[in-house]
């Protein structure tokens, strides 16, 4: 089956500054990789995510990379914000009906 | 915007007991799924349903788990007997399409177990 590791599990950065969280993942066949944002008392909502025909994806202050080589892809905060303080969970698909979920990372942004 | 209810939001009950955690998806959406995140730990596939039917099922979701949509418009997952440990988060989620090409799931708030 499918396994995520995602990396760091905590991350504190300036506000303004950028934050980047990394994943990688074993099944060379996965073609679909979402992020998702955790607020407290929440449930994961998706912000991005890629499919393995392309290499990077933008939207606003947020991008992410796939190398399907290395078997990695990377979710990027530009300008960060007090608001994007939250968890963040990448996943990859891990059966044809489910995602597998990395341990998540904690960013916390400082004003 | 279109969102996943759950209810209730926290629910506490006794070791040995059944309880029912209620969902309703996303009205055009046509697969459902639930997962659940133990306290500090990373959000953990149970199972999916379409057409009526399990698609797919984890080891978690195991003879005292099921899931049932008695209606057009909820999802249900009931543990018959709950255990210490299947105190978590339980989230349920919805889609538009499944499958290799399952994409966007909308998760609800979740509801928050407790097993005492």
């Known amino acids: 089956g499918e396994n995520v590791e995602q990396h760091p599990s905590t991350l504190s950065v300036q506000e303004g500054d950028s934050a980047v969280i990394k994943c990688t993942y074993s099944?060379?066949?996965?073609?679909?990789f979402p992020w998702y944002k955790q607020e407290l008392g929440k449930g994961p909502q998706l912000i991005i995510d890629?499919?393995?025909?392309?290499g990077e994806k933008k939207d606003q202050r947020i991008a992410v990379t796939l190398n399907k080589t290395a078997k990695h892809f990377s979710l990027h905060i530009t300008e960060t914000q007090p608001e994007d303080s939250a968890v963040y969970f990448c996943?990859?698909?891990?059966?044809?009906?489910?995602?597998?979920f990395g341990k998540g990372t904690k960013l916390s942004v400082i004003p | 915007e279109p969102e996943v209810t759950q209810t209730p939001s926290h629910q506490v009950t006794q070791m040995g007991q059944e309880v029912i955690l209620r969902c309703v998806p996303i009205?055009?959406?046509?697969?459902f799924y639930w997962y659940r995140q133990i306290l500090g730990q990373k959000v953990e596939f149970l199972v999916s349903?379409?057409?009526?039917?399990?698609?797919?099922k984890s080891e978690i979701f195991d003879d005292q788990f099921s899931v049932e949509r008695p209606d057009g418009s909820n999802f249900t997952l009931k543990i018959r007997s709950t255990k210490l440990e299947d105190s978590a988060m339980y989230f349920c989620?919805?889609?538009?399409?499944?499958?290799?090409?399952?994409?966007?799931?909308?998760f609800g708030s979740g509801t928050q177990l407790s097993v005492l």
């Open positions: 989620a919805s889609s538009e399409a499944g499958g290799r090409r399952s994409e966007k799931l909308f």
């Open positions: 099944d060379s066949a996965s073609n679909y």
């Open positions: 890629i499919r393995s025909n392309v």
């Open positions: 996943a990859a698909p891990a059966g044809s009906y489910q995602l597998t």
């Open positions: 009205s055009n959406h046509l697969y």
């Open positions: 349903f379409y057409n009526n039917e399990i698609s797919e």
